[in-house]
């Protein structure tokens, strides 16, 4: 194992010093096994997206895509062998994030290296095909993975914890340094947008994901375009109301600005050593800002600082005596005499160098040995931050269709109950029900106005008139009191019946006495009633109105009605009682 990763170091190492052949950028940074299979995973859900609608993709068909993508890319795949459905796809898409990321993985170095190596340099090829294959593959003995086929332990599993949050956090601490050398990297800015936590979901970095997409430029371009439009734009150029990214504009401003800060430490110290120093203890004061000091990310941040500190201090030594050597060292490249502000161009280009060999030396590390702690969407979380997984961050949140989320038992159980037929409330009526032809609704029969929204007039309401014969001494104004008198007995009132429909004309009558049905004393009511509509402007012709409009009628003491009958006079006397509080009132209502 020693050797082959002398011999990966050596091809990795021929790669940097004559990548500018080659690439169009000297800033591409390099792919290791696991963000392969990360790449791979995105990939294999975009195509399921377009192909079956859905951005999601089984843990088993990534690892047998994973062994056919490693064959198909290093041409070890025999003629007519069997291939995986749409591997075709999922290698165009796998290639596409690369070459949109501005970056290549581990097999493409390989491929290079052959066109990049000087004639008679080496013999024969540093590493094989078939031995990177088995690297990749996780199939090469590395002594440094633990055995995971063996069984589980609480203080194995604590451990085994405490391994992936270590991992996780180193991942943080590498990709806000890739960011610094390549801000092309899609990968290692979902990987940093939200951690340390600010506020930025799934939703933000849908977001942003498809502002990049419009403007057909990387995600921290996008990030940074809008930031700065909002902060130095103006009004001409700032971004419309109705931008989505306006709604996530605090957390992508703090990103932003940790980012410049990154990068001012980076162009400020012109020491490798002490800027690759100060750069980590300003990501890892961000991580445990919110950490306490027995907290496992606490202790996971400050072991990644002390060991990346040291190997960048190695790195810039040796970089150092190579340079003394030889005289030349890797890529990028020296600027330009001509090139604006000189003095700026070289600032942070031996750190930048640095920092390149630090993230090669991570991606010729072995690859994990349980790809379910890499892939899967349980992630452990980082300094608040939702601990979510790559394939979940680039999944568009779903929109909801207004679907209940309740079980069928109870959704079918509410639709038999809408469709169960209601039983009848029965209607609360008033006593004034009897006047209306059809069965008022409840809202009208109770719905009456108060006393303050009484209509008012200047004269109060004229007294009805009978069209009976009123004897000597008989007061008009006592017909209020007599139509709504007591009942009396039953024999008397047949009687008063009798001797009133005997008497009464037929043109006196009204339309309504004249059905058949209905209360006889109802009929005399209504008849009384009708006649004395027609009298009403000779009362108020003749009675002299000295009542006040908000007092109410006196009481009137003669309730004696005489009745002209031929051949004999019928006096009839009507028991006087005392009305009901407020019933006054209700009757010159319902009369006007």
Same mark, same amino acid.
């Given at each position: 194992?020693?050797?082959?990763?002398?011999?990966?170091?050596?091809?990795?190492?021929?790669?940097?010093?004559?990548?500018?052949?080659?690439?169009?950028?000297?800033?591409?940074?390099?792919?290791?096994?696991?963000?392969?299979?990360?790449?791979?995973?995105?990939?294999?859900?975009?195509?399921?997206?377009?192909?079956?609608?859905?951005?999601?993709?089984?843990?088993?068909?990534?690892?047998?895509?994973?062994?056919?993508?490693?064959?198909?890319?290093?041409? &070890?795949?025999?003629?007519?062998?069997?291939?995986?459905?749409?591997?075709?796809?999922?290698?165009?898409? +796998?290639?596409?994030?690369?070459?949109?990321?501005? $970056?290549?993985?581990? $097999?493409?170095?390989?491929?290079?290296?052959?066109?990049?190596?000087?004639?008679? #340099? +080496?013999?024969?090829?540093?590493?094989?095909?078939?031995?990177?294959?088995?690297?990749? #593959?996780?199939?090469?003995?590395?002594?440094?993975?633990?055995?995971? #086929?063996?069984?589980?332990?609480?203080?194995?599993?604590?451990?085994?914890?405490?391994?992936?949050?270590?991992?996780?956090?180193?991942?943080?601490? =590498?990709? +806000?340094?890739?960011?610094?050398?390549?801000?092309?990297?899609?990968?290692?800015?979902? &990987?940093?947008?939200?951690?340390?936590?600010?506020?930025?979901?799934?939703?933000?970095?849908?977001?942003?994901?498809?502002?990049?997409?419009?403007?057909?430029?990387?995600?921290?371009?996008?990030?940074? #375009?809008?930031?700065?439009?909002?902060?130095?734009?103006?009004?001409? +150029?700032?971004?419309?109301?109705?931008?989505?990214?306006?709604?996530?504009?605090?957390?992508?401003?703090?990103?932003?600005?940790?980012?410049?800060?990154?990068?001012?430490?980076?162009?400020?110290?012109?020491?490798?050593? %002490?800027?690759?120093?100060?750069?980590?203890?300003?990501?890892?004061?961000?991580?445990?800002?919110?950490?306490?000091?027995?907290?496992?990310?606490?202790?996971?941040?400050?072991?990644?600082?002390?060991?990346?500190?040291?190997?960048?201090?190695?790195?810039?030594?040796?970089?150092?005596?190579?340079?003394?050597?030889?005289?030349t060292g890797i890529s990028p490249a020296r600027p330009k005499a001509y090139a604006v502000n000189h003095a700026t161009a070289y600032g942070g280009r031996e750190t930048v160098k640095v920092l390149t060999a630090l993230l090669d030396e991570e991606a010729m590390a072995p690859p994990c040995g349980n790809k379910a702690d890499l892939l899967s969407e349980d992630?452990?979380?980082?300094?608040?931050?939702?601990?979510?997984?790559?394939?979940?961050?680039?999944?568009?949140? %779903?929109?909801?269709?207004? =679907?209940?989320? %309740?079980?069928?038992?109870?959704?079918?159980?509410?639709?038999?109950?809408? &469709?169960?037929?209601?039983?009848?409330?029965?209607?609360?009526?008033?006593?004034?029900?009897? $006047?209306?032809?059809?069965?008022?609704?409840?809202?009208?029969?109770?719905?009456?106005?108060?006393?303050?929204?009484?209509?008012?007039?200047?004269?109060?309401?004229?007294?009805?008139?009978?069209?009976?014969?009123?004897?000597?001494? @008989?007061?008009?104004?006592?017909?209020?009191?007599?139509? @709504?008198?007591? /009942?009396?007995?039953?024999?008397?009132?047949?009687?008063?019946?009798?001797?009133?429909?005997?008497?009464?004309?037929?043109?006196?009558?009204?339309?309504?006495?004249?059905?058949?049905?209905?209360?006889?004393?109802?009929?005399?009511?209504?008849?009384?009633?009708?006649?004395? /509509?027609?009298?009403?402007?000779?009362?108020?012709?003749?009675?002299?109105?000295?009542?006040? %409009?908000?007092?109410?009628?006196?009481?009137?003491?003669?309730?004696?009605?005489?009745?002209?009958?031929?051949?004999?006079?019928?006096?009839?006397?009507?028991?006087?009682?005392?009305?009901?509080?407020?019933?006054?009132?209700?009757t010159s209502f319902f009369r006007v």
């Amino acid at each position: 194992m020693t050797a082959f990763a002398d011999h990966l170091k050596l091809m990795v190492k021929t790669f940097r010093k004559e990548s500018h052949r080659v690439l169009p950028s000297e800033r591409t940074t390099i792919h290791g096994a696991d963000s392969m299979l990360m790449v791979l995973q995105l990939a294999m859900a975009e195509v399921n997206k377009q192909h079956k609608g859905e951005f999601k993709v089984d843990l088993s068909d990534v690892l047998m895509a994973w062994k056919h993508l490693l064959l198909d890319k290093l041409h &070890l795949v025999p003629p007519g062998a069997a291939r995986l459905e749409n591997s075709e796809l999922f290698l165009e898409a +796998y290639q596409s994030f690369l070459k949109r990321s501005n $970056t290549v993985d581990l $097999t493409d170095v390989l491929a290079m290296n052959k066109e990049l190596r000087a004639p008679g #340099s +080496y013999p024969e090829e540093p590493v094989s095909a078939i031995q990177l294959f088995e690297f990749l #593959s996780g199939n090469m003995e590395t002594p440094d993975l633990p055995d995971s #086929s063996s069984p589980l332990t609480p203080s194995s599993q604590s451990r085994r914890c405490r391994s992936q949050i270590k991992m996780a956090v180193r991942r943080v601490f =590498c990709s +806000y340094l890739s960011l610094l050398v390549n801000s092309k990297n899609d990968m290692a800015l979902a &990987l940093t947008l939200n951690v340390p936590c600010r506020s930025l979901q799934r939703q933000a970095f849908t977001d942003v994901k498809r502002a990049a997409r419009d403007s057909q430029t990387s995600l921290f371009l996008a990030v940074t #375009s809008f930031v700065r439009a909002i902060q130095l734009g103006g009004k001409g +150029y700032a971004p419309a109301e109705s931008d989505p990214l306006r709604k996530h504009i605090k957390g992508l401003s703090d990103y932003v600005q940790f980012m410049d800060n990154l990068e001012e430490i980076l162009g400020e110290i012109p020491d490798p050593s %002490e800027c690759g120093a100060r750069l980590l203890a300003t990501i890892r004061a961000a991580l445990v800002k919110v950490s306490s000091t027995g907290d496992p990310v606490y202790t996971a941040a400050e072991e990644t600082t002390k060991e990346l500190k040291e190997r960048i201090v190695q790195l810039h030594q040796t970089q150092k005596q190579a340079a003394n050597v030889d005289g030349t060292g890797i890529s990028p490249a020296r600027p330009k005499a001509y090139a604006v502000n000189h003095a700026t161009a070289y600032g942070g280009r031996e750190t930048v160098k640095v920092l390149t060999a630090l993230l090669d030396e991570e991606a010729m590390a072995p690859p994990c040995g349980n790809k379910a702690d890499l892939l899967s969407e349980d992630q452990p979380v980082l300094s608040g931050a939702e601990g979510t997984c790559v394939l979940t961050l680039f999944r568009s949140p %779903e929109v909801s269709t207004g =679907c209940s989320p %309740e079980p069928l038992r109870n959704r079918v159980q509410s639709r038999l109950n809408l &469709l169960k037929p209601k039983a009848t409330q029965r209607v609360i009526r008033s006593q004034f029900a009897c $006047t209306y032809k059809d069965e008022p609704p409840l809202n009208r029969v109770l719905d009456f106005p108060s006393t303050s929204q009484m209509p008012s007039c200047v004269h109060p309401a004229p007294k009805p008139t009978t069209s009976l014969t009123v004897a000597d001494g @008989f007061n008009p104004e006592a017909e209020d009191t007599a139509v @709504f008198a007591a /009942k009396p007995s039953s024999e008397s009132r047949r009687k008063e019946c009798f001797e009133v429909q005997r008497e009464v004309a037929p043109e006196q009558r009204s339309g309504n006495a004249q059905k058949g049905g209905g209360c006889p004393s109802n009929k005399r009511k209504t008849g009384i009633q009708m006649q004395s /509509k027609g009298n009403k402007r000779k009362q108020l012709d003749s009675e002299p109105h000295t009542e006040s %409009e908000n007092e109410p009628p006196e009481k009137k003491q003669h309730t004696r009605v005489s009745v002209k009958v031929p051949g004999k006079n019928v006096c009839k006397a009507s028991n006087k009682k005392k009305l009901i509080a407020g019933q006054r009132k209700l009757t010159s209502f319902f009369r006007v």
